[in-house]
Structures are given as C-alpha cells and as structure tokens.
C-alpha cells in the first residue's frame, strides 16, 4: 500500500500554483481557515453595501461537496 | 449592480513589514508601521460572482486560486498570515487601520509560526466497516432494543478507532511538528482531519514518518491523504477577533 499523496507541489517548493489541487480542498482552505477580520471589511458607499459575498452559501456548498466525496467508500 | 469604476483592495494575507513579494502576483505590499497587507486593488464588480458555481473553471474557482497563489508567493519570502478569502478594503487608510488594531496579535501568530509550512494529513476509512441503517425491527421490544444498542456500539467503536487514530498519528508526528490543528471528524468516513506546522528542517523527516504510518494504517483498513505544502492558513487565527465565521 501507498501514500496517496495530494501535494500541490514537490515536496520544498510552496511557491508556483495550485493546479494539483482539487477545487473542494483549495475552498476549504481559503473560506474556512485563514485569518478572519473585522472591521470595515465591507466597502459602503453612501452607506450601501457594494460587495458582500455571502460566504455561508459557499460554506454549504463546501460541505456538501466534501461529505460526498469523503463519506464513500474507496 | 456596482458602480462602474469602483474599486477595493482585496486583501491575501497580514505579513511583517519587511516582506518583499515578487513580481508577477498582480499584489503589492502595503507596509504600515511593523506591518504589512498584501494587497491588490480589484474592481468590485469582479467579485460579483455566483457563489453557488463550485466548477472548477467558474469565475469563483479562478478567484479561489488566485487568492492561494498569491498567499503562496508571499509566504515562500517570509511568515504570512493568510487572511479569509474575500476580505476586502475600501480603501489603504482602512487597510493601515486593519493593521493597527492588530499589531501585537498579529506579530506574535508571525513569529509563532515562523518558516513553517502547513501540511494536512486526513485519514478515511477504505473498508466497509460501516453497518447499513437497518431498517428499525418491530418485530418485539427486544428485537428492537437489541438492534439500538448494536448501533450505539457501532458508534462507539467508531469514535474510538477516531481517536486511536488520532493519537497513533499525532504520537507519530510529534518529534517533527510545530503546532497541529485538528477538526472535529465530518462525514462518516473520515477519521481525522488534521493540519500540522512543520518546520522546514524537519520536513523530510515529517514525510517520511507519513509514509510510513500510511503503509501501516493501510494494514488497518485505512487510508492517508497527504496535502502540502500550504501557506499556514489554519494557523493564522487572530486572538482578540471576534468570531463571525457562519457555521
């Protein structure tokens, strides 16, 4: 038996892209870790919000597509 | 619909302010005091994308892998503390307020953290382990109450055998590792899903002890999935914030 090994690089190399990498893993990364910051981190303008992206759509999403590929069996 | 015109500044990550980022990244830093944002100005309007396409060459995949690569870049020059995607700033003096509010958390998760690089480790299961949800049986009480208290135990063990895994894994790894973060198990069959900071003068010996737990676990109806190395995106918390994430 092997490692299934899911590097996004060789081993020593952080830099370059992420291609190696399924989508559900890069989401899980990026929306669900990473520092989380308050503040004015929604851009108003004349009291409107311009942008707000609505993470918890994207969450669900995220948990949905990784409880189907993880709950499976191989 | 947004303004033609209007722009923000996307943030990737908080950096000590002596970060030099190469070029090619389409970010730049903005150093403010002992700090520094890793930031590029986008118009708004790009980030108006549908949330719910999760293909991957959607408008959010390639916003997705953009927001990595730049993480990426910044943290092969020095400790980055990679922030959640979609942070955005109006402006740069909202950016230098982000920073100044932060300062002394944010220096002491970069000196934590360091030159380590985050590696994930998840365990699934590859066998059948797992008993088919039986219809409940009415025949009697007993039959009934025989059958809950089988699924109970089946339950049981498998918690168990979570957290044997857990331990064996951890146990393992501990010599080479400089902070772990583990996640409560998700679908039935994951046993663990953990991230670990790993030094990079440990990291071949880091690797090695993976093979070799995997071969190991494979003997045990289990399968290891290795992934790395990331920019310390689980070890980038900020104490003192206060915890908006949706459930």
């Known amino acids: ?19 190696g990498t399924s989508l559900v893993d890069l989401l899980d990364r990026v929306v669900h870790r990473g520092a989380f910051v308050s503040g004015d981190v929604t851009i108003c303008l004349a009291g409107i919000e311009l942008v707000r992206l609505d993470l918890r759509l994207l969450l669900v999403g995220i948990a949905e597509a990784t409880a189907s590929r993880e709950g499976g069996v191989t | 619909m947004t303004a033609v015109g209007v722009t923000g500044l996307y943030a990737y990550a908080i950096a000590r302010a002596d970060l030099e980022l190469p070029d090619g990244t389409g970010a730049r830093v903005l150093r403010h005091g002992p700090l520094a944002l890793v930031v590029k100005e986008v118009p708004l309007a ?6 719910q396409d999760l293909s991957e060459d959607g408008a ?5 892998r953009e927001h990595d ?8 020059h020095g400790p980055v503390l990679p922030l959640r995607f979609g ?4 402006d740069e003096a909202a950016a230098r307020r982000l920073l100044d509010g932060r300062r002394e958390a944010a220096a002491r998760r970069l000196d934590a953290i360091g030159s380590a690089r985050e590696w994930g480790v998840k365990v699934l299961r590859t066998d059948d382990g797992q008993p088919a949800a039986a219809e409940p049986d009415r025949s009697s009480g007993a039959a009934y109450l025989a059958q809950r208290r089988a699924a109970l135990q089946a339950a049981e063990d498998a918690s168990r055998r979570a957290q044997h895994v857990a331990e064996t894994v951890d146990a393992a790894v501990e010599r080479w590792v400089s902070d772990a973060v583990r996640r409560r198990g998700g679908g039935q069959g994951l046993l663990l899903d953990v991230a670990y ?15 070799r737990l995997a071969t190991d676990l494979a003997e045990a109806g289990v399968r290891l999935e290795l ?21």
């Open chain 2, 69 to 76: 690569a730049v993480a990426r870049a910044a943290a092969e």
């Open chain 2, 227 to 247: 992934s790395g190395p990331w920019p310390p995106y689980s070890f980038a918390a900020l104490e003192g914030e206060p915890d908006e994430r949706a459930p």
């Open chain 2, 87 to 90: 942070t955005v700033v109006p």
């Open chain 2, 46 to 51: 790009d980030l108006e994308v549908d949330e």
């Open chain 1, 1 to 19: 038996m092997s490692v299934l090994r899911e590097t996004s690089n060789a081993p020593g190399i952080l830099g370059g892209d992420s291609s």
């Open chain 2, 197 to 211: 900071l790993v030094l990079k003068d440990h990291e071949t010996s880091f690797v090695e002890e993976i093979d």
């Open chain 2, 60 to 64: 959010l995949a390639r916003l997705v």
